[in-house]
């Protein structure tokens, strides 16, 4: 019955997601090979509009609300703790490329994306990885809707970049940081004394 009806109705999206929770276990080899025929899909749709940008739609590339909650439902289903497994490690692939090859903009785009950064850091946090994908987007993201330095009369972000990573990656310089905050403390405690 819920079949036939297009758009699945919401009310009925919590009762199926709780009968395939149940049923995946009973059947994995099957359910792994339905997400990832399934994800081959997504990614080969992705291929197709990044070829072919005209085709794409308003989304350019981006994956729709269906396609979002696909990938949410597999990595419910499937084990995201395993480092290797058929399903989840194309998911963190198809992630990662949608983060990395789609473009932002427009608000709409940042707010698929930021979905997509959390579930991907979700997952990899899981097995303890590090999910660059994810940095590389916000980074793209803040640049995309900050304006424009020039304009503002500032330097540009190249430079104020290079200073940020300059001072932020300096060797200790958590250390330095810590123990000069100390110092300031401890100096104006002994002024007060």
Same mark, same amino acid.
């Not at 199926?16 to 080969?44: C, G, M, S």
């Not at 940008?53 to 909650?69: I, T, V």
């Not at 303890?128 to 500032?154: D, K, M, Q």
């Given at each position: 019955?819920?079949?036939?009806?297009?758009? /699945?109705?919401?009310a009925h999206?919590? +009762?199926?997601? /709780? #009968?395939?929770?149940?049923?995946?276990?009973?059947?994995?080899?099957?359910?792994?090979?339905?997400?990832?025929?399934? +994800?081959?899909?997504? *990614?080969?749709?992705?291929?197709? *509009?990044?070829?072919?940008?005209?085709?794409?739609?308003?989304?350019?590339?981006?994956?729709?609300?269906?396609?979002?909650?696909?990938?949410?439902?597999?990595?419910?289903?499937?084990?995201?703790?395993?480092?290797?497994?058929?399903? #989840?490690?194309?998911?963190?692939? +198809? %992630?990662?490329?949608?983060?990395?090859? %789609?473009?932002?903009?427009?608000?709409? *785009?940042?707010?698929?994306?930021?979905?997509?950064?959390?579930? =991907?850091? *979700?997952?990899?946090?899981?097995?303890?990885?590090?999910?660059?994908?994810v940095?590389?987007?916000?980074? =793209? /993201?803040?640049?995309?809707?900050?304006?424009?330095?020039?304009?503002?009369?500032?330097?540009?972000?190249?430079?104020?970049? =290079?200073?940020?990573?300059?001072?932020?990656?300096?060797?200790?310089?958590?250390?330095?940081? %810590? %123990?000069?905050s100390?110092?300031?403390?401890?100096?104006?405690?002994?002024?007060?004394?």
């Amino acid at each position: 019955m819920l079949a036939g009806h297009q758009p /699945t109705p919401t009310a009925h999206l919590d +009762i199926l997601t /709780t #009968t395939l929770l149940q049923l995946t276990p009973e059947v994995p080899f099957y359910a792994a090979t339905v997400a990832r025929t399934r +994800i081959e899909k997504l *990614h080969d749709r992705l291929v197709t *509009h990044l070829a072919d940008p005209l085709s794409a739609g308003p989304l350019l590339g981006w994956p729709g609300a269906r396609q979002l909650l696909q990938l949410r439902l597999f990595s419910c289903l499937f084990p995201i703790s395993d480092k290797r497994h058929p399903v #989840t490690s194309p998911l963190a692939l +198809i %992630c990662g490329k949608y983060l990395m090859q %789609c473009a932002v903009t427009q608000p709409y *785009h940042a707010a698929i994306g930021l979905l997509l950064a959390g579930m =991907a850091l *979700h997952n990899a946090a899981a097995v303890a990885r590090f999910c660059p994908e994810v940095v590389n987007y916000l980074v =793209a /993201t803040l640049r995309a809707f900050v304006p424009a330095a020039a304009s503002l009369g500032l330097k540009t972000a190249a430079a104020a970049a =290079a200073d940020l990573s300059s001072d932020m990656f300096s060797p200790g310089v958590l250390l330095l940081r %810590c %123990c000069s905050s100390k110092q300031q403390k401890g100096s104006k405690q002994h002024g007060k004394k």
